[in-house]
């Protein structure tokens, strides 16, 4: 009997993906269907409700329930979700596509899924804006109200990609036929919610936490990580693999960087790497509670937030993303409220004086004693080819992170923004 919390939703873990003969089927008449051309945000969504990680989403989100998931975080029935899971299609598309219908999804050639299509409706630049302002306006500097529109549309990838979204959504249920390149490339990281729950119950493990990382792992991220190994059963190490903005690390690199980090400086069997195929949407405190909601269905009950989760420059407050689980519906319905809680950590830092890692709550020493450690601006130096500071990553990471830039013949620049640079503290 597994001790783990149950997957979101109520109805265990709901997986529309096909496999044998049922998928050979599917794959035929999809042949003969209206081909749908699709993004690659709508792709890792598409293999995420294959696998079970966006139980209990059995397909893309009708009109009610985006503007539910907008104002309120709620779907139509009440069930917590709090990003838009939405397909977009041309207006000559939509014409060519009544209700009822069925069409296949498919990405540079290959095909993904099959849907029938139970609702559309128009998406008018007043209705993307309006999703913008609800899931990706914070409380930072760069989302006040005189700032927001004129910022967000050069600098928030989340925002551009709405905006830049098709005339129409449609809605409906979904059979995945492929989990495209990740099982492939990914082999023993790429990994379903079922086979992580397995892990977990081989283990015996019950309080699970996950550390969700866009960015190779710095000392910050291994002291979040210890922490969780210190007060829970193990520790989910729980990668993005989708798609970045330019200027991020690729998967490959991040995970051999973690992969080092572990083999050196951890008990290996309490701690578990693996990856999850989405794109970045840097929906920052929203993107926190999908990052929490998807991995309650892989058996997580305790998401570690930190410092400027999942954000981009300056749009969130620097623990919005801690702040914004006080304030989401609570049913006292366990099927459709979210179960897996927060682990709210401090601004972490290395500090001279006490001679090893801190937070705000447990070092009383000054600004001019710390290490201030980001992502941001540990990529920053490097792709600057810069001097990385003393206590701010490991040696042997370092080594490795340094093998990469050094080996790239483009460069992108790497913005810093206050909450990566320290000068918010």
Same mark, same amino acid.
């Given at each position: 009997?597994?001790?783990?919390?149950?997957?979101?939703?109520?109805?265990?873990?709901v997986c529309?993906?096909?496999?044998g003969?049922?998928?050979?089927?599917?794959?035929?008449?999809?042949?003969?269907?209206?081909?749908?051309?699709?993004?690659? =945000?709508a792709?890792?969504?598409?293999?995420?409700?294959?696998?079970?990680?966006?139980?209990?989403?059995?397909?893309?989100?009708?009109?009610?329930?985006?503007?539910?998931?907008?104002?309120?975080?709620?779907m139509?029935?009440g069930?917590?979700?709090?990003?838009?899971?939405?397909?977009?299609?041309?207006?000559?598309?939509a014409a060519?596509?009544?209700?009822?219908?069925?069409?296949?999804?498919?990405?540079?050639g290959?095909?993904?899924?099959?849907?029938?299509? *139970?609702?559309?409706?128009e998406?008018t630049?007043?209705?993307?804006k309006?999703?913008?302002?609800?899931?990706f306006?914070?409380?930072?500097?760069?989302?006040?109200?005189?700032?927001?529109w004129?910022?967000?549309m050069?600098?928030?990838?989340?925002?551009?990609?709405v905006?830049a979204q098709?005339?129409?959504?449609i809605?409906?249920?979904?059979?995945?036929?492929s989990?495209?390149e990740?099982?492939?490339e990914?082999p023993?990281?790429?990994? *379903?919610p079922a086979?992580v729950?397995?892990?977990?119950?081989e283990r015996?493990?019950?309080?699970?936490?996950?550390?969700?990382? =866009?960015n190779?792992?710095?000392r910050s991220?291994?002291y979040?990580?210890?922490?969780?190994?210190?007060?829970?059963?193990?520790?989910?190490?729980?990668?993005l693999?989708?798609?970045?903005?330019?200027?991020?690390?690729?998967?490959?690199v991040?995970?051999?960087?973690?992969?080092?980090?572990i083999?050196?400086?951890?008990?290996?069997?309490n701690?578990?790497?693996?990856g999850?195929?989405?794109?970045m949407?840097?929906?920052?405190?929203?993107?926190?509670?999908?990052?929490?909601?998807?991995?309650?269905?892989?058996?997580?009950?305790?998401?570690?937030?930190?410092?400027?989760?999942?954000?981009v420059?300056?749009?969130?407050?620097?623990?919005?993303?801690?702040?914004i689980?006080?304030?989401?519906?609570?049913?006292g319905?366990a099927?459709?409220?979210?179960?897996?809680?927060?682990?709210?950590?401090?601004?972490?830092?290395?500090?001279?004086?006490?001679d090893?890692?801190?937070?705000?709550?447990?070092?009383n020493?000054?600004?001019?004693?710390?290490?201030?450690?980001?992502?941001?601006?540990?990529?920053?130096a490097l792709?600057?080819?810069?001097e990385?500071?003393?206590?701010?990553? =490991?040696?042997?990471v370092?080594?490795h992170? =340094?093998?990469?830039?050094?080996g790239? *013949?483009?460069?992108?620049?790497?913005?810093?923004?206050?909450a990566?640079?320290?000068?918010k503290?």
């Amino acid at each position: 009997m597994s001790k783990l919390v149950a997957p979101h939703g109520g109805k265990g873990l709901v997986c529309a993906l096909l496999s044998g003969s049922a998928r050979d089927a599917e794959l035929k008449k999809a042949a003969g269907l209206k081909q749908i051309e699709i993004s690659a =945000r709508a792709k890792g969504d598409l293999i995420m409700m294959g696998i079970g990680g966006f139980s209990p989403l059995s397909g893309f989100m009708n009109k009610a329930d985006w503007k539910g998931v907008c104002e309120k975080f709620q779907m139509a029935d009440g069930t917590f979700w709090p990003v838009p899971i939405t397909l977009d299609i041309s207006a000559a598309d939509a014409a060519a596509i009544k209700e009822g219908d069925e069409i296949a999804l498919v990405r540079k050639g290959e095909t993904f899924a099959t849907m029938k299509v *139970t609702e559309k409706y128009e998406m008018t630049e007043a209705d993307k804006k309006f999703e913008c302002e609800k899931v990706f306006k914070g409380l930072g500097d760069d989302s006040a109200d005189d700032k927001f529109w004129k910022v967000a549309m050069e600098d928030h990838p989340g925002v551009q990609m709405v905006m830049a979204q098709k005339e129409f959504n449609i809605a409906g249920p979904v059979k995945v036929l492929s989990e495209g390149e990740y099982p492939a490339e990914y082999p023993g990281i790429y990994l *379903t919610p079922a086979q992580v729950r397995a892990m977990f119950d081989e283990r015996g493990w019950a309080n699970v936490a996950a550390l969700q990382l =866009r960015n190779p792992m710095h000392r910050s991220h291994e002291y979040l990580a210890k922490i969780a190994v210190e007060v829970c059963d193990g520790v989910l190490i729980h990668s993005l693999i989708g798609n970045l903005k330019p200027g991020d690390i690729p998967a490959p690199v991040r995970i051999k960087a973690i992969d080092i980090l572990i083999n050196n400086y951890f008990v290996k069997e309490n701690v578990i790497s693996a990856g999850y195929p989405l794109d970045m949407r840097y929906a920052g405190p929203r993107e926190g509670l999908l990052h929490a909601t998807f991995r309650q269905n892989y058996g997580v009950n305790a998401m570690l937030i930190g410092r400027d989760h999942a954000g981009v420059g300056d749009f969130y407050g620097l623990f919005e993303a801690q702040d914004i689980f006080d304030r989401i519906p609570v049913t006292g319905d366990a099927g459709k409220d979210l179960l897996c809680k927060p682990m709210k950590i401090d601004w972490t830092f290395y500090c001279y004086k006490c001679d090893g890692m801190a937070s705000l709550r447990t070092c009383n020493h000054g600004k001019e004693d710390r290490v201030i450690l980001s992502g941001t601006k540990l990529r920053k130096a490097l792709s600057e080819g810069a001097e990385v500071v003393d206590h701010f990553g =490991r040696d042997e990471v370092l080594t490795h992170l =340094r093998a990469y830039y050094e080996g790239l *013949t483009e460069k992108v620049e790497v913005k810093m923004q206050g909450a990566a640079s320290g000068s918010k503290m």
